[in-house]
């Protein structure tokens, strides 16, 4: 990898303007390294030494800062008013907010100068997609504004959409590339990409839309089916057939996730039930071989089944492996991602060859793993408790597992699918959240969707194409075409 995890301290250096006579403490441990910023606070015969967090904490109680951003609120006659003067924080209530700082498009004064937003030309007139508008914060990004053609709608979801009607609905010189598809008659509650196609859950069954003609009519393929957890490839589509569509499917993340019902076959010219009523989840394809989960009585006698499609009889291989969940194939390292039950401590990691899965390759990384995902390079899963950070490795040749905590700040954390050298990941702390997109050579994080459903995302096999469903509207899904180098 190019880029390694660092651990680093935040340290705040500016400058402090004192009286000559005023002296703080013994600065010379202070590196030399530190950053000056020109407060231009002095007045006419006062001298500069360093500010530091390190020096506030010299005083003690004396100064009140509530943020923590080396900033006070008042400090008390212990201390000579002149010496933090010059250093009391505006707003001692939010850490982003201090003399100097960064101000951004947000209704606040960030840098305590006594002005809001003056860095950006607020008001000012401007033209989008040739109807006349004014300049406002966008809504999405506070370093930047946006221009509204009404009041407050700077970047939120009444600004221009991109309709998956084959033209540049907002003005950007594409053409679908982000785009909302027509409505349908029924609630999606699940999305599928299968080959040139995305196959659509909904309440009245099962649809399929053209990728390539989006603006079309979907077409039913599937009447009278409660639809989860649907999984395709080139010749075979299934999914779990609800029992009970009131019944709530288990979704919780530190369990197997599993929906009570039959697992279906999509024949050309039938529906084939090819299990009994019990929890599933987890399905996987690979090739001809179908890998799922089936939930015992108790959390440790849940199963992994393996069933070949390659015949009328659907053979089963059950149990294929014991006390595991959320099977996850990689073709390239010939290896099939499991995670166990067995640990007193919470589920792990195991990672087996496909050919001898009765042997366990590798135990990987810490308890309370997740849902692993993976690619043919990659793999990767939330673990921890209450709050959750995520794991990921690199599959090297030899069948070795490099793997690390990966540097994203958030409070549950959960990959989602691996994109090109990126993996997507979404705080499930609340849903819908924003998808961010963390790449794999070089650290960085984009906000890559804003608002997304919780495990809705779904990409092609060609990485060109992904879908996923947001709360604009039950009855569409949204479409995203990547462009070469985007």
């Known amino acids: 990898m190019p880029w390694t995890k660092m651990n680093s301290t935040r340290v705040v250096w500016l400058l402090l303007f004192t009286a000559c006579s005023g002296e703080l403490a013994d600065f010379s441990h202070i590196p030399d390294a530190s950053v000056d910023m020109n407060l231009d606070r002095g007045d006419e015969g006062t001298s500069t030494t360093i500010w530091t967090c390190e020096i506030r904490d010299?005083?003690?109680?004396?100064?009140?800062?509530?943020?923590?951003?080396?900033?006070?609120?008042?400090?008390n006659g212990d201390i000579d008013q002149s010496l933090w003067q010059p250093f009391v924080d505006c707003n001692d209530q939010n850490a982003d907010i201090f003399p100097d700082g960064s101000e951004t498009c947000n209704q606040l004064d960030d840098d305590c100068d006594g002005s809001v937003d003056e860095d950006f030309a607020l008001g000012d007139a401007?033209?989008?997609?040739?109807?006349?508008?004014?300049?406002?914060?966008?809504?999405?990004?506070?370093?930047?504004?946006?221009?509204?053609?009404?009041?407050?709608?700077?970047?939120?979801?009444?600004?221009?959409l991109e309709l998956c009607n084959q033209l540049d609905d907002d003005?950007?010189?594409k053409i679908d590339e982000d785009c909302l598809t027509p409505p349908i008659?029924?609630?999606?509650?699940?999305?599928?990409?299968?080959?040139?196609?995305?196959?659509?859950?909904?309440?009245?069954?099962?649809?399929?839309?053209?990728?390539?003609?989006?603006?079309?009519?979907?077409?039913?393929?599937?009447?009278d089916v409660s639809v989860a957890n649907i999984v395709c490839n080139d010749a075979h589509?299934?999914?779990?057939?609800?029992?009970?569509?009131?019944?709530?499917?288990e979704t919780n993340p530190m369990l197997p996730q599993s929906c009570r019902g039959q697992v279906s076959y999509l024949d050309p010219d039938r529906i084939r039930r090819i299990t009994g009523e019990l929890a599933?989840?987890?399905?996987?394809?690979?090739?001809?071989?179908?890998?799922?989960?089936?939930?015992?009585?108790?959390i440790e006698e849940t199963t992994i089944d393996r069933i070949l499609l390659t015949n009328d009889s659907f053979e089963i291989e059950s149990p294929l492996i014991v006390g595991s969940s959320d099977p996850a194939i990689s073709l390239s390292a010939n290896a099939l991602f499991v995670r166990t039950w067995s640990s007193g401590s919470g589920p792990k990691i195991e990672m087996k060859q496909l050919d001898e899965l009765n042997v366990t390759t590798i135990n990987l990384g810490p308890s309370g793993a997740g849902r692993p995902i993976v690619s043919d390079r990659y793999a990767a899963w939330s673990f921890g408790q209450e709050s959750r950070a995520i794991w990921f490795g690199q599959l090297t040749e030899g069948g070795q597992f490099d793997a690390f905590q990966l540097p994203i700040e958030g409070q549950r954390l959960e990959p989602i699918v691996f994109l090109q050298q990126m993996v997507l990941v979404q705080d499930i702390a609340s849903s819908p959240g924003p998808v961010i997109a963390f790449d794999l050579m070089t650290g960085q994080e984009t906000r890559f969707i804003e608002s997304a459903i919780v495990d809705s995302i779904r990409v092609d096999q060609n990485e060109q194409v992904i879908v996923w469903l947001d709360t604009t509207d039950p009855y569409q899904f949204r479409v995203r075409r990547l462009e070469s180098g985007n």
């Open 58 to 75: 010299t005083m003690g109680d004396a100064c009140i800062d509530t943020d923590n951003d080396c900033f006070v609120e008042s400090c």
């Open 126 to 160: 401007c033209d989008v997609c040739g109807q006349s508008g004014v300049l406002e914060c966008d809504v999405n990004d506070s370093s930047r504004v946006a221009c509204s053609t009404g009041r407050g709608q700077s970047g939120g979801q009444d600004m221009l």
């Open 171 to 173: 003005c950007d010189q």
């Open 185 to 223: 008659a029924h609630k999606i509650t699940g999305v599928e990409i299968c080959g040139r196609g995305v196959v659509l859950a909904t309440e009245n069954g099962l649809y399929r839309v053209d990728l390539d003609a989006l603006d079309t009519e979907p077409i039913q393929i599937a009447e």
């Open 237 to 249: 589509l299934l999914w779990v057939n609800r029992s009970d569509r009131l019944q709530p499917c």
């Open 280 to 298: 599933y989840g987890g399905l996987a394809l690979n090739g001809d071989e179908l890998y799922l989960h089936r939930r015992g009585s108790v």
